[in-house]
């Protein structure tokens, strides 16, 4: 047996700094055998050729579900590869979709959703014991406006985080919360997750 998570979601609203903990965190000693899954949303939009107007869920809300659809079946494809291969790894994203889609489109869009079996599939792997999901708080100084994401403003951000929780307890996911600001004591609360990680046999 061994000391361990072998997956790591870190999840939040755009601009929250995912991305940069996962590099950082890539750097740790404990994480070198994890494989990093990173950006698949911005793969998913660069792929389907959309630019941030075409999927503003305010004009055009079928385009921003389908989009969210799209973002979900590619993470669940990526984390049933990583599974049957019996990989650790460390994922910028976790149940963001389900979260865009209720926080932007409201209650029906969300259980749509919740419906696709790719949904229950993931929804299981957040529950497993041997997935860490980590929910990253925003901050002023992470906000950043890169053109390709809905435009960020601090309340909204913080209007998404507590949806992001909320659904989170309804899935009856556990989680912890990185609310520190600083990268290194970001890496520090992950990385005490991990040795209070419970005793596990296998993937």
């Known amino acids: 047996m061994r000391k361990s ?25 404990v994480f070198k055998e994890f494989r990093l899954e990173t950006e698949l949303a911005r793969q998913v939009i660069a792929e389907q050729k959309l630019e941030r107007a075409d999927f503003d869920h305010s004009k055009h809300p079928n385009a921003f579900e389908r989009l969210q659809v799209d973002i979900l079946t590619r993470q669940n494809a990526v984390e049933d590869t990583n599974s049957q291969e019996g990989l650790a790894y460390i ?57 390709v994401r809905i435009s960020p403003k601090l309340a909204d951000l913080q209007a998404f985080t507590d949806c992001m929780t909320n659904t989170l307890k309804d899935n009856e996911i556990n989680f912890i919360t990185i609310e ?20 596990l046999q296998k993937l």
Request: glycine share 4%.
């Open 180 to 199: 520190a600001l600083n990268l290194e004591e970001r890496v520090r609360v992950v990385r005490d997750a991990m040795n209070r990680a419970p005793l």
């Open 91 to 147: 994922m910028d994203r976790g149940i963001d979709p389900l979260v865009y889609a209720r926080y932007y489109l409201g209650e029906e869009a969300y259980q749509r959703l919740l419906l696709l079996p790719c949904t229950t599939r993931s929804i299981e792997r957040y529950r497993s014991p041997f997935s860490l999901v980590v929910v990253v708080t925003p901050h002023p100084e992470c906000i950043q406006e890169d053109g």
């Open 5 to 29: 998570y072998s997956r790591i979601f870190l999840c939040g609203a755009h601009s929250v700094g995912k991305t940069t903990l996962l590099t950082r965190l890539a750097k740790e000693p």
